[in-house]
């Protein structure tokens, strides 16, 4: 199959249920062959952002574009997109072969193209001699590729999916992740998927839009939105992260100098400049944080989890709940109550906006 | 599991006692007395015989009303189906309260005696009539006209009563066509039409083949609709298994009781071949 890669981008698309606002106005460009991840909890309108690109939903202002060109108001059946829903949505009255080549004969593709495209598809999900089979007949896992098969057959600009995998169990969830990773760096489509698996959205998407309430949040590379996250909900939302309240003390080429427990520490600066005096909250990831004998600031071991291959240890900084994960064998000999130095590179600490 | 098949068991047994007794039975007895002789003073003379059958086989007069009978069984389905499905397809997608609404204005009229139901078309159709009148009045006839005792009258007699069950039962059955269905058509390419033709259309033939089945036993079994509007002269199969009680000849009532039951059989089954249910496969 050809590459085929088109951009989708929204110009101030928003969208009201009657008095509900499911998505304030979005300006957002997904770059043409990139897997782009819509993150949020339910309600956030990841789902309504789908919806507005496959044209199930009409914006009530701004534009969609796929390719350049202007969509809004168009229907959904006049976009060319695949998409894969939650359910999968197979035809049950139609064989796996017949549900796949339903997009072709709609774009009156000839016969016996329609086959060896059909075949080509379904030989591209590992499902070639599944031709003949209904989907009641399959598993679940083989109905997400069908699914996905029928999704790509007709090249289309974008492949939308919406919750692919959470009808999925954990382990074929986990297979699933790396084989649409892989379907799609093959075929180089546009790719937008919603989930509310922040797991999820880290494996596989090259960018991610994390979204609440609504709007958009934050937008970038999954290391960038991990590393840098710049506010508290996408700190706490992707990953777990400590949130610690400092005193801003000066602002110094990008980076915030700031109290934390007596100690003046540096975190990357948020978005939006903080002022001098002001109460800041600061991101740090458990991972991140050293325990030892020399060390930033002092904080007392309160208990720790053993986890196996990890311990979380829970700490007390001058009255500020915190907790570290170290590798089990780094752990040993920290006792209940016993004070200890804590450390961390100096990127880990970010001051966040919100 | 022993325990759990002998529970389920016990669950089955009221249905199946009361099917036994109250229907497989008297089937096998109404079987029996067809395959008897006709008597005037006793219910049968027990001199097993193939007459009954063989009269009605061999009869053109019969082949007539059999005929009929299809003929007018045929067009109700037909009818049903045809006016029936874009008013659940309607009703499918109205939200609870309209359908509720709607589906209870549909069954006002059933809440109608059927004697009162017939004389009220005898009203409309007969000579004395509003159509009659209606087409006087305008000109288009000269003479008072009667559409009484005739086709259309026992066809849109029975039609108006039949055609809630059809809207009923496909409502039903469209109802439980989860909507990403068509989504999922429409992502495809689809456009409506197209998407009612390969998606809504073949995933409701389940409910459309209950409707038509459900229609067919009603048509083939109605009988005070027919005798009043059909009349002495136009006359359905059903209308000899009363004659014949009637004049206590109950063997041949009881043969013509089961030729009726055998058309019913095969309108069934032509259903099924011309809507093929099966097809949908559980909902992937």
Redesign the interface.
């Known amino acids: 199959m050809p590459e085929r890669a088109a951009d989708v981008r929204f110009e101030a698309t928003e969208k009201s249920f009657g008095p509900v606002h499911a998505l304030h106005p979005l300006s957002l460009t997904i770059e043409p062959g990139t897997l782009f991840a819509l993150l949020g909890p339910s309600g956030c309108g990841k789902t309504t952002t789908l919806r507005l690109v496959?044209?199930?939903e009409q914006p009530s202002a701004g534009q969609v574009f796929i390719a350049g060109k202007d969509v809004t108001g168009l229907?959904?059946?006049k976009r060319?997109?695949?998409?894969v829903?939650q359910?999968?949505?197979?035809?049950?009255?139609l064989t796996v072969g017949e549900n796949v080549a339903?997009?072709l004969q709609?774009?009156r593709v000839s016969r016996s193209e329609t086959a060896t495209r059909v075949q080509r598809a379904l030989d591209l999900v590992a499902l070639g001699r599944y031709a003949d089979r209904?989907?009641?007949?399959?598993s679940g896992g083989q109905?997400q590729r069908v699914a996905l098969a029928?999704?790509v057959v007709?090249e289309p600009d974008v492949l939308?999916l919406d919750e692919p995998l959470s009808a999925l169990d954990k382990m074929l969830r986990e297979q699933m992740q790396v084989e649409i990773r892989q379907l799609q760096q093959r075929l180089g489509m546009t790719t937008v998927f919603v989930t509310h698996d922040q797991e999820e959205a880290l494996t596989m998407a090259d960018r991610i839009a994390v979204m609440r309430d609504g709007r958009l949040l934050q937008a970038g590379a999954p290391r960038d939105i991990y590393e840098r996250p710049d506010s508290q909900f996408v700190a706490t939302f992707l990953g777990a992260s400590n949130i610690l309240t400092a005193t801003v003390e000066g602002i110094e080429d990008g980076t915030v100098v700031a109290a934390l427990a007596g100690q003046t520490v540096r975190a990357a600066a948020p978005p939006r400049q903080p002022e001098r005096g002001a109460e800041i909250a600061l991101a740090l990831r458990p991972e991140r944080i050293a325990i030892g004998e020399t060390g930033l600031v002092e904080a007392r071991v309160e208990d720790f989890i053993y986890r196996g291959a990890t311990v979380q240890v829970s700490l007390d900084l001058a009255g500020q709940p915190l907790n570290a994960t170290l590798p089990s064998d780094r752990a040993l000999g920290l006792k209940p109550g016993a004070q200890v130095r804590l450390s961390w590179p100096d990127d880990a600490l970010v001051a966040l906006s919100g | 599991m022993p325990s759990l098949r002998l529970s389920s068991l016990a669950l089955l047994a009221p249905p199946v006692l009361l099917l036994g007794v109250f229907f497989v039975m008297p089937l096998c007895y109404l079987l029996f007395v067809s395959f008897m002789t006709n008597s005037m003073g006793d219910l049968y003379e027990t001199v097993p015989t193939l007459a009954n059958y063989t009269e009605i086989v061999s009869d053109p007069f019969y082949h007539l009303i059999i005929e009929r009978t299809l003929l007018s069984t045929a067009v109700i389905l037909i009818a049903c189906f045809l006016i029936g499905y874009p008013v659940a397809l309607y009703a499918s997608r109205l939200e609870a309260r309209g359908r509720l609404l709607l589906l209870m204005a549909l069954m006002v009229p059933l809440m109608v005696s059927n004697v009162v139901r017939a004389y009220g078309w005898v009203a409309i159709l007969g000579r004395q009539g509003v159509v009659s009148g209606t087409l006087n009045t305008v000109g288009l006839v000269d003479r008072p006209m009667s559409f009484l005792y005739d086709f259309q009258a026992v066809t849109l007699g029975l039609l108006t009563i039949l055609l809630p069950f059809m809207v009923i039962t496909l409502t039903n059955s469209l109802m439980t066509i989860?909507e990403?269905?068509r989504?999922?058509?429409?992502?495809?390419?689809?456009?409506p039409w197209?998407?009612f033709l390969?998606?809504t259309l073949?995933?409701s033939?389940p409910g459309i083949a209950s409707g038509l089945m459900l229609v067919t036993f009603l048509t083939l079994s109605a009988y005070v609709t027919v005798a009043l509007l059909g009349g002495p002269r136009y006359k359905l199969l059903v209308s000899f298994v009363f004659d014949s009680v009637s004049s206590f000849r109950w063997p041949r009532a009881a043969a013509l009781s089961f030729v009726l039951l055998i058309l019913a059989l095969v309108v069934a089954a032509v259903i099924q071949i011309i809507v093929r249910p099966g097809?949908?496969?559980?909902?992937?």
Do not use: I
């Open positions: 496959a044209g199930f229907p959904a059946y060319n997109f695949g998409m829903f359910s999968f949505a197979l035809f049950p009255h339903f997009g709609m774009r209904y989907p009641s007949e399959l109905q029928r999704a007709f939308l | 989860d990403r269905y989504e999922a058509a429409e992502a495809l390419g689809a456009g197209r998407t390969r998606v073949p995933m033939s097809r949908v496969k559980g909902r992937g």
